[in-house]
């Protein structure tokens, strides 16, 4: 019999998706997360579901982009567009407000002084007061298709007539463009920076508003028309019209290469080596969505279904599946929503709340990084693995891996019943499980927490080949 090592975790980081080589990650991070909650710092655990906000609207229709807006009085809004339709969601019913625009098209909303101003490409710029819809006023651009509020003033761009062009109204009056001198009125500033391209989009993050081409961005500074400047920020634009969140006073915007956070005019790419080849095989980022909760981001690619969330604090990653939204917005309370991106029936979800997917229950999974047991160049034959979670994770699955490449006839439960907040199973015995490197996959169902594992392999030989499998 050959030399007994053992491998294994110290403090789980909670999940990762990780673009480096198995070998390469410590034995606390996984090679692969799945439906893990990147926020926790102790052990992994499975994420929150989502619940269906309100009631269905129709049938086989996106949602075109959904904002939240909470009056003065209190009362609280859920505008959404879908088939052309302006909706007010709330629980019950759900009331057309308003149509127009062009079909398919992401509309955009900011609220000031008691009104809800939006914008879709297509229809002139509108506002809501909670009772009545009416033109935003007269000297607004004809068109619009971005709108964000910032130092009290709503800014507005995206006029097919005026592509660089960027508006903004009077202080604290979202009906009033026209440019006229007082230090805190409304005027208009051509935008050339871009090199000849359109303004994509705009996000503030409270201290200074980001102005996003394809290609490049550029940040408004100052607080009133007299000390405003306009400073370039990075040559990284935006790729998606709905790829952009706030929170707080910091701002998310995707790019082609990267996910950037914003803080002020300082910027941060948060898909460091370890996510960002994953983000950059994403075929389609015109299909990127941006929400964020808190200290969670979802970066949503609703063209493949799946969502890659982030502890932003942390700038660690986990992947969620069957993800399908097209728009995601937050409340005042933190309550995170999203729109189906056409679906069989047209939906808005609450996310990041209870234990199931409506009535799904959620598989999680984490893998572990390939194996070598400190003798890289040698075979082994493994003797058996432990897995150690909360008392609530219930029957965990292993499945096995060899030299990168899954066995996948050989599976084994461990059954970490709830008897008490600590417990642990496992297996001896698996040399069918024989290679150079050795991995293994621990799956569960439902609530619970991965505490940490273990995994013990016989040396077989200091060279030679592995002993033939029966």
């Known amino acids: 019999m050959g030399k007994i090592l053992r491998e294994g975790s110290e403090n789980l980081t909670g999940g990762e998706v ?62 959404a567009r879908s088939s052309g339709s302006f909706l007010s969601w709330t629980p019950a019913p759900i009331a057309s407000i308003a149509s127009g625009g062009t079909a398919g098209s992401i509309f955009q909303g900011a609220a000031l002084n008691n009104y809800f101003c939006f ?17 935003l006023g007269a000297a607004a651009p004809a068109e619009a298709k971005f709108a964000v509020e910032h130092i009290s003033k709503i800014f507005l761009a995206g006029n097919d007539a005026a592509p660089q062009t960027l508006y903004w109204s009077k202080t604290d009056d979202p009906t009033e463009f026209s440019t006229i001198v007082a230090p805190n009125d409304a005027g208009s500033a051509d935008m050339y920076y871009g090199g000849g391209d359109k303004i994509g989009g705009l996000i503030s993050n409270g201290r200074n508003l980001l102005i996003l081409f394809r290609n490049s961005t550029y ?21 998606s019209p709905t790829g952009t969140a706030k929170a707080g006073e910091v701002a998310f915007f995707a790019s082609d290469d990267a996910i950037y956070m914003v803080a002020g005019n300082r910027i941060s790419d948060l898909t460091t080596l370890k996510f960002k080849s994953v983000y950059q095989a994403i075929s389609d980022k015109s299909k990127i969505t941006l929400g964020v909760t808190k200290d969670l981001l979802m970066v949503v690619d609703w063209g493949a279904d799946k969502a890659y969330t982030c502890a932003y604090k942390y700038n660690r990653w986990s992947e969620w599946t069957g993800q399908i939204w097209k728009c ?42 390939d194996l070598d047991f400190g003798w890289s160049d040698c075979p082994k034959n493994l003797q058996g693995v432990r897995v150690h979670g ?37 297996f001896h015995g698996q040399s069918k499980v024989r290679g150079r490197f050795l991995g293994f996959q621990f799956s569960w169902v439902g609530p619970g927490t991965l505490l940490g594992w273990a995994a013990y392999s016989e040396i077989t030989a200091d060279q030679g080949s592995i002993p033939p499998e029966y």
Not at 68 to 77: E, K, L, S
Not at 402 to 426: F, R, V
Request: glycine content about 12%; proline content about 3%; aromatic content about 6%.
């Open 219 to 239: 940040i408004l500074a100052g607080d009133a028309p007299s000390n405003m400047r306009i400073d370039k920020l990075c040559n990284y634009g935006l790729v």
């Open 119 to 135: 914008v879709v490409d297509g229809m002139t710029p509108s506002k809501y007061d909670g009772l009545a819809v009416t033109n």
């Open 18 to 79: 990780n673009s480096l080589p198995g070998h390469l990650i410590g034995l606390g991070e996984a090679k692969l997360a799945e439906n893990t909650d990147p926020r926790s710092l102790v052990g992994v655990v499975t994420r929150n579901g989502r619940a269906v906000y309100g009631s269905n609207y129709a049938s086989d229709f996106a949602i075109d982009g959904l904002k939240c807006w909470t009056r003065n009085a209190g009362t609280a809004f859920l505008i």
């Open 390 to 426: 909360n008392g609530s994770l219930g029957t965990v699955t292993i499945s096995y891996f060899k030299d990168g490449a899954s066995i996948g006839s050989t599976t084994q439960t461990a059954s970490l019943a709830s008897d008490g907040s600590h417990t642990l199973d496992g």
């Open 328 to 369: 995601i917005d937050t409340d005042l309370n933190q309550t995170i929503y999203a729109g189906v991106d056409g679906a069989s029936t047209t939906q808005i979800w609450n996310l990041d709340t209870g234990s199931l997917d409506g009535a799904s229950t959620i598989t999680a999974k984490w893998k572990t990084p």
